[in-house]
């Protein structure tokens, strides 16, 4: 079965760079979470979207943005890189949200070191 | 706002010995709660979730969970461990009604010892 897929798997960037990480979820679904997974943390919550609109946001810097194309993927960008950044970067997809609570599909996370 | 604790950081226990994962929650309403695992470098595994009915859930790889309202607890459980359970383990509260986002504890590093 076809699962969320998350390029690129591993990125190196000097501070002050941008980043781009990518999700593409699981196919019909339309609903795509992220999360940044600090080192030894738990993951966090950053944004949300639903039919390419943003549903949710948590607690991402202004730095980053993220949106949802008409194909349902999903790009986080990024900008001005900090040391802190440094982290895993999840995407969760969801099936046909608005329906009963549905079960996230993780992907196997970006893995951001920031230089 | 929901909330997880996982009160033990740190868990060795022998292979072939039980297990045991402490979960409790913070939510006014009724939970959604799962259980996921994480080995080094990888992404979030679902182990199992609870949604309604039966307070027993049954996952994958032998665990099992147990949701107790009255204790705000839902503790992971496997009968007998496999040196391959040493893994990351997390549990998350989600609260429904069109928001999915997920709150996970602090996690619990499991170390199985031969």
């Known amino acids: 079965a076809a699962g969320v897929i998350q390029s690129p798997r591993h990125l190196i960037k000097e501070k002050r760079e941008t980043a781009t990480l990518k999700c593409y979820p699981i196919p019909r679904h339309d609903t795509v979470y992220w999360y940044q997974q600090g080192p030894g943390q738990d993951p966090q919550f950053l944004i949300s979207?639903?039919?390419?609109?943003?549903?949710d946001k948590g607690s991402i810097p202004d730095r980053f943005s993220a949106q949802q194309f008409s194909d349902y993927h999903s790009e986080l960008n990024m900008s001005s890189l900090e040391l802190g950044d440094s982290a895993l970067y999840f995407c969760?997809?969801?099936?046909?949200?608005?329906?009963?609570?549905?079960?996230?599909?993780f992907g196997p996370g970006t893995r951001l070191t920031v230089l | 706002a929901q909330s997880v604790t996982q009160p033990d950081i740190h868990i060795t226990v022998s292979e072939g010995a039980s297990l045991e994962l402490r979960c409790n929650y913070s939510y006014g309403a009724t939970p959604y709660l799962f259980w996921y695992v994480q080995s080094p470098g990888q992404g979030l595994q679902l182990l199992l979730k609870?949604?309604?009915?039966?307070?027993l859930v049954q996952g994958i790889k032998g665990f099992e969970a147990e949701f107790k309202r009255s204790q705000s607890s839902f503790n992971l459980r496997k009968p007998s461990v496999h040196w391959s359970d040493a893994a990351e383990y997390f549990c998350a509260v989600g609260q429904g009604s069109n928001d999915y986002k997920l709150s996970f504890g602090a996690g619990t590093t499991v170390t199985v010892r031969a």
């Open positions: 609870y949604f309604s009915g039966d307070t």
């Open positions: 979207f639903y039919e390419k609109m943003q549903s």
């Open positions: 969760a997809s969801i099936p046909l949200a608005g329906s009963s609570y549905n079960e996230q599909f």
